[in-house]
C-alpha cells in the first residue's frame, strides 16, 4: 500500500503564502506522476498542478500559472507545491495525488490538508 500525507495547509490573508508538503511511504513508489487537487464548497475537485516523476515536466491550470509552484525531492518521495499571492478563491481543500506505474489513472489520494484565505 501506498501512503501518502500531506501538511502544510492552514488560514493566510490575501495575498499571503503557503507551502504545501506530500510524503509518500509505502511499497510501489513508482510514480508516473504526482501532482495537487483542490476542491472548494459546491464545487467539483479540480487538479492544480502536476508533475510527471521521470523527467520533471509540469502542467499548472490556468488560476495556478505564475502563483503556485510545484517541486519535488525523488529521492525522498515527497512533492511540494509552493502558493503565493493567494486569492480567498484559493480556499479549497488541497490533495496530493499520485498516478502510480501501471496505473490507468490518479489511484492514490492524501487525506487533504485545509487552505483558507481570508480577505
Known amino acids: 500500500q501506498v501512503q501518502l500525507v500531506e501538511s502544510g495547509g492552514g488560514l493566510v490573508q490575501a495575498g499571503g503564502s503557503l507551502r504545501l508538503s506530500c510524503a509518500a511511504s509505502?511499497?510501489?513508489?513508482?510514480?508516473?506522476?504526482m501532482g495537487w487537487f483542490r476542491q472548494a464548497p459546491g464545487k467539483e475537485r479540480e487538479i492544480v498542478a502536476r508533475?510527471?516523476?521521470?523527467?520533471?515536466?509540469?502542467y499548472y491550470a490556468d488560476f495556478a500559472k505564475d502563483r503556485f509552484t510545484i517541486s519535488r525531492n525523488k529521492v525522498g518521495n515527497t512533492v511540494h507545491l509552493q502558493m503565493v499571492s493567494l486569492k480567498p478563491e484559493d480556499t479549497a481543500v488541497y490533495y496530493c495525488?499520485?498516478?502510480?506505474?501501471?496505473?490507468?489513472?490518479?489511484?492514490?489520494w492524501g487525506q487533504g490538508t485545509q487552505v483558507t484565505v481570508s480577505s
Open positions: 495525488a499520485a498516478h502510480r506505474v501501471g496505473a490507468d489513472t490518479w489511484d492514490v
Open positions: 509505502g511499497r510501489r513508489l513508482s510514480f508516473y506522476a
Open positions: 508533475m510527471r516523476w521521470s523527467n520533471g515536466e509540469t
